[in-house]
């Protein structure tokens, strides 16, 4: 997948995220506290943790969607809040779980919305291209002209990939990016984020399938759903005990070489 | 479903046949026949009337673009807003309190009520939507408010108007129907009117693309760079002043609103910046062509062209919606 159109267009900037802590709603329980960590361009992290753990709440909060309830989030120099929406839309590309479609508009179309509000030194034309470039990338460039209303929930997730990556923004936000989608496409995705890595871009994407966390990314940052989390290289976070213990089901893993395979002993259950 | 790229240049050129054929025929339709009137018939009557249906429906179908796209509700018409029980109940005040025959009593009434209802659902969303402070996303109530305000002052007008319905001596009765229905006859305030459309227009037209973006969500909005919360104002004040003034012009006229954006949708214009504008000339050649039905239908008597446009909108919505339905 080295044809994937990669045109970033700011430079790339670490993360920061100090002591944060976060909270399902305003007043709502307690989903992460002192939250830390550091993430630097050109590394893959993936972010995990069981249902309700606050995968897309810390997501949409590293997005600028949300305020943290403590704790500071910074991009680069500046405290995430005092960035302006307009430069942040060129720093960080946020691919949400559910989109709304309520008016036709082709995959194309779709795509371009991200390319035109975020490049306006593109020519219709060129933004055009650009966005079927990303759809071929994600192998939907056939339905380019289709209505996106009339596409499966896999493709439709393939069309929201390739708005994210043709916004251009070094920083992806996925928010399960392989939901929907088949084996022959997630294994698709996993060249693409390291081409995009490769070319200087940050991942940050919350999954739920252990292997594939292991096979796409260079780092893991895993919530227990109790406000604790590990974070680190993925050696060091998808390991037995720290995911047995988030996940509150036996966790075995097989290594191989280099690689590792993840599996749940359905046969035991932890208490 | 294959999308076409938008026919714009077909349908500039048919824009630029449709408006003035509608002008003409508007103009040549006569309760005495057809002809070319003379002189003070045309002048005083005829172009005034022709001129305030055009500014009408076209203020009614850019209203209803602007609220479809801010409630992301294709089924939304101008009137969620409030703004025609508002002009209605301004109307029938005018009617039931002042003298008899006082002259444009009932307009300025209207004009006063649709000012009235649009500042209230104006105030009430402008207040909703500014609560998160700096301007992102936060809880932020957004389309859901828009209606609830919108069917709360409606109601709230409705109730009025049942009252004075009730209370309405025979002949009152006879112009509160007539208002409540819409009408064009005697409407010849046509450049106030068309003033507010054009104002509209430019006000949204600009940020056209911005109300594309945030029909897919608010949140996907934000992370492109739109600020939200004050394109959706800007729409919802263009779509209130578009409306206030063609109801304060003409009365209640349905579907107008409602269809008028979806026709244009169905011709391939789904982009809002071609959408808006495309929608203010359908809506307008539409309701020109209405109001000649229906002030020729049963000459010398007229209908009231509420009753045509719903005549024609009422089948073609349904037929919409059950190609809406059968395309899932």
């Given at each position: 997948?080295?044809?994937?159109?990669?045109?970033?267009?700011?430079?790339?900037?670490?993360?920061?995220?100090?002591?944060?802590?976060?909270?399902?709603?305003?007043?709502?329980?307690?989903?992460?506290?002192a939250?830390?960590?550091?993430?630097?361009?050109?590394?893959?992290?993936?972010?995990?943790?069981?249902?309700?753990?606050?995968k897309?709440?810390?997501?949409?909060?590293?997005?600028?969607?949300?305020?943290?309830?403590?704790?500071?989030?910074?991009?680069?120099?500046?405290?995430?809040?005092?960035?302006?929406?307009?430069?942040?839309?060129?720093?960080?590309?946020?691919?949400?779980?559910?989109?709304?479609?309520?008016?036709?508009?082709?995959?194309?179309?779709?795509?371009?919305?991200?390319?035109?509000?975020?490049?306006?030194?593109?020519?219709?034309?060129?933004?055009?291209?650009?966005?079927?470039?990303?759809?071929?990338?994600?192998?939907?460039?056939?339905?380019?002209?289709?209505?996106?209303?009339?596409?499966?929930?896999?493709?439709?997730?393939?069309?929201?990939?390739?708005?994210?990556?043709?916004?251009?923004?070094?920083?992806?936000?996925?928010?399960?990016?392989?939901?929907?989608?088949?084996?022959?496409?997630?294994?698709?995705?996993?060249?693409?984020?390291?081409?995009?890595?490769?070319?200087?871009?940050?991942?940050?994407?919350?999954?739920?399938?252990?292997?594939?966390?292991?096979?796409?990314?260079t780092?893991?940052?895993?919530?227990?759903?109790?406000?604790?989390?590990?974070?680190?290289?993925?050696?060091?976070?998808?390991?037995?005990?720290?995911?047995?213990?988030?996940?509150?089901?036996?966790?075995?893993?097989?290594?191989?070489?280099?690689?590792?395979?993840?599996?749940?002993?359905?046969?035991?259950?932890?208490? | 479903m294959?999308?076409k790229?938008?026919?714009?240049?077909?349908?500039?050129?048919?824009?630029?046949?449709?408006?003035?054929?509608?002008?003409?025929?508007?103009?040549?339709?006569?309760?005495?026949g057809?002809?070319?009137?003379?002189?003070?018939?045309?002048?005083?009557?005829?172009?005034?009337?022709?001129?305030s249906?055009?500014?009408?429906?076209?203020g009614?179908?850019?209203?209803?673009?602007?609220?479809?796209?801010?409630?992301?509700?294709?089924?939304?018409?101008?009137?969620?807003?409030?703004?025609?029980?508002?002009?209605?109940?301004?109307?029938?005040?005018?009617?039931?309190?002042?003298?008899?025959?006082?002259?444009l009593?009932?307009?300025?009434?209207?004009?006063?009520?649709?000012?009235?209802?649009?500042?209230l659902?104006?105030?009430?969303?402008?207040?909703?939507?500014?609560?998160?402070?700096?301007?992102?996303?936060?809880?932020?109530?957004?389309?859901?408010?828009?209606?609830?305000?919108?069917?709360?002052?409606?109601?709230?007008?409705?109730?009025?108007?049942?009252?004075?319905?009730?209370?309405?001596?025979?002949?009152?009765?006879?112009?509160?129907?007539?208002?409540?229905?819409?009408?064009?006859n005697?409407?010849?305030?046509?450049?106030?009117?068309?003033?507010?459309?054009?104002?509209?227009?430019?006000?949204?037209?600009?940020?056209?693309?911005?109300?594309?973006?945030?029909?897919?969500?608010?949140?996907?909005?934000?992370?492109?760079?739109?600020?939200?919360?004050?394109?959706?104002?800007?729409?919802?004040?263009?779509?209130?002043?578009?409306?206030?003034?063609a109801?304060?012009?003409?009365?209640?006229?349905?579907?107008?609103?409602?269809?008028?954006p979806?026709?244009?949708?169905?011709?391939?214009?789904?982009?809002?910046?071609?959408?808006?504008?495309?929608?203010?000339?359908?809506?307008?050649?539409?309701?020109?062509?209405?109001?000649?039905?229906?002030?020729?239908?049963?000459?010398?008597?007229?209908?009231?062209?509420?009753?045509?446009?719903?005549?024609?909108?009422?089948?073609?919505?349904?037929?919409?919606?059950?190609?809406?339905?059968?395309?899932?």
């Open positions: 997948m080295s044809a994937a159109p990669i045109r970033l267009n700011a430079s790339p900037v670490p993360l920061h995220l100090r002591d944060v802590a976060l909270r399902a709603g305003n007043a709502g329980r307690q989903l992460v506290s939250l830390s960590l550091s993430i630097e361009p050109g590394q893959r992290w993936a972010l995990l943790g069981p249902n309700g753990a606050g897309s709440t810390l997501l949409s909060a590293v997005a600028g969607l949300s305020t943290t309830a403590a704790g500071e989030i910074r991009l680069g120099e500046r405290a995430l809040s005092q960035w302006p929406a307009r430069e942040l839309a060129r720093q960080r590309a946020w691919c949400p779980q559910f989109w709304l479609d309520p008016f036709p508009a082709s995959g194309w179309e779709t795509v371009a919305c991200a390319v035109v509000a975020t490049q306006p030194d593109l020519s219709a034309a060129q933004a055009e291209l650009l966005a079927r470039d990303w759809l071929k990338g994600f192998d939907v460039g056939a339905l380019a002209d289709n209505d996106v209303r009339t596409l499966s929930g896999g493709e439709r997730q393939r069309v929201a990939l390739a708005t994210a990556c043709a916004q251009g923004a070094p920083l992806l936000l996925l928010d399960e990016p392989t939901a929907h989608l088949d084996w022959a496409h997630q294994v698709l995705l996993q060249p693409l984020l390291s081409a995009w890595s490769a070319a200087g871009g940050t991942v940050f994407a919350a999954v739920h399938d252990l292997n594939m966390a292991w096979n796409f990314a780092h893991a940052l895993l919530l227990d759903g109790q406000g604790g989390f590990v974070a680190g290289t993925r050696e060091e976070v998808l390991q037995a005990a720290p995911l047995s213990h988030a996940y509150a089901v036996p966790v075995s893993v097989l290594e191989e070489g280099d690689a590792r395979w993840f599996r749940v002993d359905l046969s035991a259950r932890r208490d | 294959i999308l790229p938008p026919p714009l240049a077909a349908a500039l050129l048919l824009a630029g046949v449709c408006v003035p054929a509608a002008l003409f025929i508007g103009l040549m339709a006569g309760s005495s057809w002809g070319w009137p003379q002189g003070d018939i045309l002048w005083l009557i005829r172009l005034p009337r022709v001129l249906a055009f500014g009408t429906g076209a009614l179908a850019l209203a209803g673009a602007l609220i479809q796209l801010v409630t992301r509700n294709p089924l939304a018409d101008p009137y969620v807003l409030g703004v025609s029980s508002g002009a209605s109940v301004g109307a029938l005040l005018a009617l039931m309190l002042l003298p008899a025959g006082l002259f009593a009932p307009e300025l009434g209207a004009v006063l009520g649709a000012l009235a209802a649009t500042s659902a104006f105030l009430f969303t402008w207040r909703a939507m500014g609560k998160s402070g700096d301007g992102r996303i936060g809880n932020q109530p957004g389309t859901v408010v828009v209606l609830l305000v919108g069917v709360m002052i409606g109601a709230a007008c409705g109730a009025a108007v049942s009252f004075m319905l009730a209370i309405a001596n025979d002949q009152q009765l006879r112009s509160l129907v007539f208002w409540l229905l819409g009408d064009l005697g409407a010849s305030l046509w450049w106030p009117l068309w003033a507010a459309v054009g104002i509209a227009l430019l006000l949204a037209w600009p940020r056209a693309r911005e109300l594309d973006w945030l029909t897919r969500g608010d949140a996907w909005a934000w992370t492109l760079g739109v600020p939200v919360a004050k394109r959706r104002r800007l729409a919802i004040l263009a779509a209130c002043i578009a409306t206030g003034a109801v304060a012009t003409a009365g209640s006229i349905g579907f107008v609103g409602l269809v008028a979806h026709i244009v949708r169905l011709v391939g214009l789904r982009h809002a910046r071609a959408l808006l504008p495309f929608s203010v000339v359908f809506g307008g050649v539409f309701l020109v062509l209405a109001d000649t039905v229906a002030r020729t239908l049963i000459a010398p008597a007229q209908l009231p062209v509420g009753v045509v446009s719903a005549a024609v909108g009422v089948p073609l919505f349904l037929f919409l919606l059950l190609r809406r339905s059968q395309a899932r």
